[in-house]
């Protein structure tokens, strides 16, 4: 399948006895978007983290684009300029935005074209305002991350990972740290760069989002995919019992 931007085989993932991720195999393709919803400590955040070798898999293997990792007894320990690579195809977005407390939005966004990709700083700095304008903030350039809203550190957080051009977008509860009126402006981030046909990996409690921007959800407990489909099955019809006390705590969103 050539239209497949991540597979991941047979993946698990344990810290001490306790299993996190057990066989998890899931393909992605280019340009959807997928949700993964899920109990707290279902492994959702492992997954992500796995995709981004920040935690590196006991076994199985994960391939973005035409890139691909296996792990475990018996796999050669990947040399550190194919991590490297392969961490660069996926770009993450994580709950508490992580930005670079001494530098201001722009200079965030540079950061990682001047120092990793070696861009000339004139250059990066452009491209940096661009993404900036992309996601609302242009006018915020300047500004260091204590004097911008949680909403808004989050959008420079966004374009920070869109600068380096990534393949595929991990976004790991992005508008959960957010003042509830501060959710919409990330979420129209997330739905614009849907629209653009960027791939990308959520998770998200935000239910109803999930159901209007996701091509596929997958439902998590206990380091399994429980089931996973279209939006309109998952959500709207879900087929196991735990799917559906699940979404039962979401009711008033549904
Ligand atoms: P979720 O994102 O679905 O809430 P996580 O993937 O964060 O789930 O975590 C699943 C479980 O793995 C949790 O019980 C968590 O405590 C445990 N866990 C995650 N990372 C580590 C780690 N680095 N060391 C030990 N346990 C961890
Ligand atoms: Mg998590």
């Known amino acids: 399948m050539t239209n497949t931007i991540i597979e991941i085989k047979n993946l698990k993932k344990s810290f001490g006895d306790h299993h996190i991720l057990r066989d998890i195999s899931l393909s992605l393709q280019k340009g959807s978007v997928t949700t993964l919803l899920g109990p707290s400590g279902s492994g959702k955040s492992t997954l992500l983290r796995c995709l981004n070798l920040l935690t590196i898999p006991d076994a199985g293997s994960v391939r973005v684009g035409d890139r691909e990792i296996s792990f475990g007894a018996g796999q050669l320990q990947a040399k550190s300029s194919e991590m490297s690579a392969f961490r660069a195809t996926t770009g993450m977005v994580f ?122 959800v997958v439902f998590m407990r206990d380091g399994v995919v429980v089931e996973q489909g279209a939006p309109s099955a998952v959500i709207d019809n879900p087929k196991e019992a735990a799917t559906c006390s699940f979404l039962m705590r979401f009711s008033v969103e549904i």
């Open 95 to 216: 709950q508490h935005f992580n930005l670079f407390p001494h530098m201001t939005a722009v200079q965030n966004v540079m950061e990682g074209l001047v120092t990793v990709r070696k861009v000339h700083k004139k250059v990066a700095r452009e491209k940096a305002m661009a993404l900036l304008a992309r996601v609302g903030l242009a006018d915020r350039a300047d500004y260091y991350p204590g004097n911008l809203s949680g909403g808004q550190k989050q959008r420079v957080a966004i374009a920070r990972a869109l600068a380096m051009e990534p393949a595929v977008m991990l976004l790991d509860e992005a508008t959960s740290a957010l003042d509830p009126e501060l959710v919409g402006e990330v979420l129209a981030v997330v739905r614009q760069l849907a629209e653009a046909g960027m791939t990308m990996v959520l998770v998200t409690h935000e239910i109803g989002f999930a159901r209007e921007v996701s091509d596929t």
